[in-house]
């Protein structure tokens, strides 16, 4: 029986091998690891988007995610790029490259910290102490939740997707009972950003410790080819996102200035359900990126439009699906904030785009090929800004929606076309 049965299951991927040009069964072991992982993290921030619609007022949320978006905002000064030279430089087995990525990031930490207390003293010297307290802890804190979180791209250049989807499972419940915890004992933005820090901060330190004990990876110097690799690796992917990081928050910046929290909060839900969509597809196909990373180009570039063509087609139909779904879930569980179904249904396409993206970007940074990854990035990010900025300031909400569907698209299309000039023939 169980021979018949693993005959079926290798015929089975042999036809999808052969249709589609995939390892269905690397995709299933991999894969359902992932897909695990990611409904755990959907189903917390389900629950978190609950309790925040219903026990915060609309005010208080548009202020607290303001305030994380500032935090965020600045993350590259963290060196943020070292996540993606880990995975690269890991699955190459190079594990060592773990423990060189962590000191570089906490030797510049500081950089992100003293620009956070910046902020912190203007808000103060305005008489804003929530903002300036709010402000001084996240630029304390986060940097080192942001380091420590480097043990799960060592996971994922190691393959250990079920060992990433337990921590992940573990540190999702944390999160959800101290927020909710929280939210039922208070209304304070504070206390809520202090949960935040402490929250993300603890289990990543704790995980990162139980990482390097399990592997046993020692703090030997790696060959010096690779480390300086690494390092240049990283400093450019940093570089990068200094520029896509400022762009990815600064749509919230912008309507806070100029439309206040409430409208903040708005658009704010109105990314919660294609968060969830992208997010799912975005991250269980990171079980690829170590493949990628050590497949030739010439062998990329034979199924490379293929890929593109299948990667469409599934985002055409979770957006069709999500635009279907919306409705339904904000009368349910968001009745708060039901004037945010059709923005919510408009971002629901920038589905379309997110696997073409993703598998573009593993193929460029799983080879370093840097140049086009500056002129991929450059282009599209400076081109996302303009439209933030001139569409946001016109017409709001509405302008700032349409800026990302536009960006997205653009960056798509960019994307392929450098990657097509850059592969060989």
Request: no cysteine; aromatic share 14%; charged share 15%.
């Amino acid at each position: 029986m169980k021979k018949t049965l693993w005959k079926i299951i290798h015929r089975l991927n042999k036809f999808g091998r052969k249709t589609t040009k995939l390892d269905l069964r690397y995709l299933a072991k991999s894969g359902s690891w992932r897909i695990s992982e990611n409904l755990g993290s959907i189903l917390a921030s389900f629950l978190i988007s609950i309790a925040f619609a219903n026990l915060l007022p609309i005010k208080d949320f548009g202020i607290y995610k303001y305030l994380l978006s500032i935090a965020n905002i600045f993350i590259f000064l963290t060196l943020s790029g070292m996540g993606v030279a880990v995975i690269q430089s890991v699955s190459k087995g190079y594990d060592k490259s773990l423990l060189a990525a962590i000191k570089i990031r906490l030797r510049w930490n500081f950089v992100y910290t003293l620009g956070l207390l910046s902020f912190a003293g203007y808000y103060f010297f305005k008489g804003n102490f929530l903002f300036a307290a709010s402000l001084s802890i996240l630029g304390i804190i986060t940097p080192l939740t942001s380091t420590y979180k480097l043990y799960d791209s060592f996971l994922v250049g190691k393959k250990e997707f079920k060992q990433s989807a337990i921590y992940s499972f573990i540190k999702n419940i944390l999160r959800l009972a101290v927020t909710i915890g929280v939210l039922f004992i208070t209304n304070s933005v504070l206390a809520l950003i202090i949960a935040f820090t402490l929250v993300s901060f603890i289990p990543n330190i704790y995980f990162y410790f139980k990482v390097k004990d399990k592997f046993k990876i020692s703090d030997n110097k790696m060959p010096e080819k690779e480390g300086g690799s690494l390092v240049n690796f990283g400093l450019h992917r940093s570089f990068l996102d200094a520029l896509s990081t400022s762009v990815n928050y600064i749509d919230s910046i912008i309507l806070f200035q100029f439309t206040g929290p409430v409208q903040l909060a708005f658009y704010t839900f109105s990314k919660s359900i294609p968060q969830i969509g992208n997010g799912l597809i975005k991250n269980t196909l990171s079980i690829y990126f170590p493949k990628i990373a050590n497949k030739r180009l010439e062998d990329i570039r034979k199924i490379f439009f293929l890929r593109i063509i299948q990667g469409i087609v599934i985002g055409s139909i979770v957006a069709i699906l999500l635009i279907l779904i919306t409705p339904h879930v904000f009368r349910l569980i968001y009745p708060q904030y039901i004037d945010s179904i059709f923005y919510a249904q408009l971002l629901s396409l920038t589905s379309i785009f997110i696997i073409p993206r993703a598998y573009v970007g593993y193929i460029l940074n799983g080879h370093r090929m840097i140049k086009s990854i500056y002129y991929s990035s450059v282009t599209t990010n400076i081109t996302r800004l303009i439209l933030f900025t001139t569409l946001g300031y016109s017409f709001g909400i509405i302008g700032i929606i349409a800026a990302v569907i536009i960006g997205d698209l653009f960056g798509t299309i960019i994307a392929i076309v450098v990657l097509q000039k850059d592969m060989p023939r």
